[in-house]
């Protein structure tokens, strides 16, 4: 069409847009948002996927975005015709914001500190009533710290893995809530974002109505570049109290060190702590999980590599719950330590 001097597809807002947004789906520590069934997170910077989808961007759409992020988040141009036509570009390059606020189908916050792959960087899930493809991952929330993984999903395997539908797509695959006897549903789950700039940001999932039954469950999550604060506010049906579970999938194998009691509990693991109040008891344990975000496919002697994920349970039945998770990195090593 733009060859027959018909621009009416180059200016549709939603080409016009998509650059920035997939763009905008690289973390630091090279991982990508891999919501709604995108698979595995890890994108090294030889990735012929992603270069080839940029190349095609700046070629086509003459995006100066995708041309900034082929050569300062990629290798450059594939040696595809595509791509040798890339390397003949003349764009300005132009890096979009390092984070933003996507309200329609695919609803999420994405923002990374910078566009290092050492930045910090987290993006949390909202619900859309056009959502379709998705997982039951309605608040859930990614974190990173120093590149270093500290939240994750667990990702999506081949659909030929036996797990796919009770320990990846399900709640259990990520950092939501799970509510004994109320079955979860894709439901729109609203979000407010009250503060998105360099600094961090502050917004409120209400994922509510992804719980049938439920009478309230309402997520803040507040962050900066020292920590995630989430703070969730749960209450059950009228008529009876329910047990309540949340799970935060770490991104390590490594076991994690539980102390605590009553509604005052850590967590600790190389990369981060993990520190829980809440207004009622809690009974918190840890769990190894498969994982298809820091590690991809099949090891040789099972289906899945596997990460820790703590489970945070009311410790009895209960009408309400408020919990707070604080999030942080681990601190710098001293100069001069190994």
């Not at 789950?189 to 992804?210: F, I, K, N, Q, Y």
């Not at 490594?254 to 702590?273: H, I, K, R």
Request: aromatic residues 8%; glycine residues 10%; proline residues 7%.
């Amino acid at each position: 069409m733009a060859a027959q001097g018909d621009a009416r597809a180059l200016e549709h807002p939603f080409l016009r847009g998509f650059p920035t947004w997939a763009v905008q789906h690289l973390q630091p520590g090279r991982f990508r948002v891999n919501c709604f069934d995108a698979g595995g997170a890890r994108t090294p910077r030889s990735d012929g996927g992603a270069r080839q989808l940029l190349e095609t961007l700046a070629v086509f759409a003459q995006s100066q975005t995708a041309a900034w992020a082929l050569g300062s988040l990629c290798d450059g141009p594939t040696d595809s015709l595509v791509g040798l036509l890339a390397r003949t570009l003349t764009l300005p390059a132009e890096a979009p914001p390092c984070f933003a606020f996507y309200d329609g189908p695919a609803r999420r916050v994405n923002w990374r500190s910078s566009w290092a792959d050492d930045a910090d960087g987290m993006w949390v899930r909202g619900g859309h009533p056009l959502d379709g493809h998705d997982h039951f991952d309605r608040g859930h929330v990614n974190y990173m710290v120093r590149g270093r993984p500290l939240l994750i999903e667990a990702g999506t395997p081949g659909y030929d893995n036996p797990a796919i539908h009770t320990l990846y797509s399900t709640v259990v695959g990520h950092n939501v809530l799970e509510t004994e006897g109320l079955k979860p549903k894709k439901a729109p789950a609203p979000m407010t974002v009250s503060r998105l700039d360099a600094s961090g940001g502050e917004l409120t999932v209400d994922g509510t109505t992804c719980y049938p039954g439920l009478k309230q469950w309402q997520r803040r999550v507040t962050w900066d570049r020292s920590q995630l604060l989430v703070e969730d506010r749960v209450t059950a049906p009228a008529d009876k109290s329910a047990f309540m579970l949340f799970r935060w999938h770490l991104g390590t194998d490594q076991p994690a060190t539980l102390s605590g009691e009553g509604g005052n509990w850590q967590a600790v693991w190389p990369d981060g702590t993990l520190a829980l109040t809440s207004s009622v008891p809690l009974i918190v344990t840890q769990e190894k999980l498969p994982d298809n975000t820091v590690c991809l496919g099949r090891k040789d002697n099972g289906w899945d590599f596997t990460h820790t994920c703590v489970l945070v349970r009311t410790a009895q039945s209960v009408p309400c719950a408020n919990l707070t998770t604080t999030v942080r990195g681990a601190p710098w090593p001293e100069a001069g330590a190994e």
